[in-house]
């Protein structure tokens, strides 16, 4: 029998969920400060490591289906895969915690 390796991915990262609006000027690699509530006045800097595929919605359990033809446009939310730089109050972070993201993006400045 052969063995398998599973291998666990060490980066540290967030998650934001950016209105598809926002995603013009967002690009892979673009420098990130996150300001978590439960450390006010500290911040975590960080950058965009993934861009996902699809909204949030294709990959809900139980996706919208507007074959009504009733149809309202909603502005979808992106996720945004960004890896955390390391720092002391990046161990001290927990799943679910509320946080306040700023993309630094090369061509309008902060996306927020």
């Known amino acids: 029998m052969r063995s398998q390796r599973q291998f666990v991915e060490h980066t540290k990262w967030v998650q934001a969920n ?3 609006t926002q995603l013009t000027n967002i690009k892979v690699g673009d420098p990130v400060e996150i300001r978590i509530d439960v450390y006010p006045g500290q911040i975590v800097h960080g950058q965009v490591l993934q ?4 909204s949030g919605s294709q990959f809900a359990l139980l996706p919208p289906d507007n074959a009504t033809g009733n149809f309202t446009k909603v502005v979808q939310r992106v ?4 890896s ?3 720092s002391t109050l990046t161990d001290q972070l ?3 915690l ?3 993201v700023a993309v630094h ?3 309008q ?3 927020r």
């Open 18 to 20: 950016f209105r598809e």
């Open 51 to 54: 861009i996902a595929p699809a």
């Open 79 to 82: 996720p945004v895969k960004i």
């Open 84 to 86: 955390l730089e390391d």
């Open 94 to 96: 927990r799943p679910g």
């Open 98 to 100: 509320s946080a306040d």
């Open 105 to 107: 993006t090369k061509r």
């Open 109 to 111: 400045g902060n996306l």
